[in-house]
Nanobody, 121 residues
Framework: VQLQASGGGLVQAGDSLRLSCAAS????????MAWFRQAPGKEREFVSF????????AYADSVKGRFAISRDNAKNTVCLQMNSLKPGDTAVYYC???????????????WGQGTQVTVSS
């Protein structure tokens, strides 16, 4: 499966952004989809994942209550709605696909190219 992330940008603290990830290739619905992020000088960290059917989700504690993940299997897309953004959310955001519902980046075999999110104070 090929993944293409989009929707990043430069916003102010408190603003919202909606990231999208479009998938092509092998059947999208067989994959657990996730978002990770990587800030400069830091390791890639888990943000959220959503189960194949969309009924199960998980979030990092740092984004819980502010971010919401969703997917549309008919359109082969997964989105991350980010509200109440903070400067600490600044990072490159990556979408990823796995056969497992896990927070471990090493278990995701397919990655998008990343989209930059910058939150100014």
């Amino acid at each position: 499966v090929q993944l293409q992330a989009s929707g990043g940008g430069l916003v102010q603290a408190g603003d919202s952004l909606r990231l999208s990830c479009a998938a092509s290739g092998r059947a999208f619905g067989i994959y657990v989809m996730a978002w990770f992020r990587q800030a400069p000088g830091k390791e890639r960290e888990f943000v959220s994942f959503i189960s194949r059917g969309g009924g199960g989700v998980a979030y990092a504690d740092s984004v819980k209550g502010r971010f919401a993940i969703s997917r549309d299997n008919a359109k082969n897309t997964v989105c991350l709605q980010m509200n109440s953004l903070k400067p600490g959310d600044t990072a490159v955001y990556y979408c990823a696909a796995s056969s497992l519902g896990t927070r471990a980046a090493s278990q995701y075999g397919y990655w998008g190219q990343g989209t930059q999110v910058t939150v100014s104070s």
